[in-house]
């Protein structure tokens, strides 16, 4: 029903930025809430950020409060991960996911749809 593709994952330096995009297809998303999870190799699914259908709300893992930024285009069914200040072990495969209610949630099995991933690797 929906198609969720990560773009904008790639090599940087430690204290670099990067700005993931997901775009959507195949039905609406603009009512529901999004989200950034990213997993490690070895290690759990993390929750990133979350925003909600209208973009008016945004929450955060402590991990990455002050660095990172999530925002959506709902003209563009496109929403964005914009990352500075990037460290070692923000290195994972993040995905984005969107939820079939409204509002944000910090656990993934609360999530309808899944993108593919994409890698995103910082060196020191």
């Known amino acids: 029903q929906v198609q969720l593709v990560e773009s904008g994952g790639e090599l940087v330096q430690a204290g670099g930025s990067l700005r993931l995009s997901c775009a959507a297809s195949g039905r609406t998303f603009n009512g529901y809430g999004m989200g950034w999870f990213r997993q490690a190799p070895g290690k759990e699914r993390e929750f990133v950020a979350g925003?909600?259908?209208?973009?008016?709300?945004?929450h955060y893992a402590d991990s990455v409060k002050g660095r990172f930024t999530i925002s959506r285009d709902n003209a563009k069914n496109t929403v964005y991960l914009q990352m500075n200040s990037l460290k070692p072990e923000d290195t994972a495969v993040y995905y984005c996911?969107?939820?079939?209610?409204?509002?944000?949630?910090?656990?993934?099995?609360?999530?309808?749809?899944w993108g593919q991933g994409t890698q995103v690797t910082v060196s020191s």
């Open positions: 996911a969107q939820r079939t209610s409204f509002p944000i949630s910090v656990h993934d099995y609360e999530y309808t749809y």
């Open positions: 925003i909600t259908g209208s973009g008016g709300n945004m």
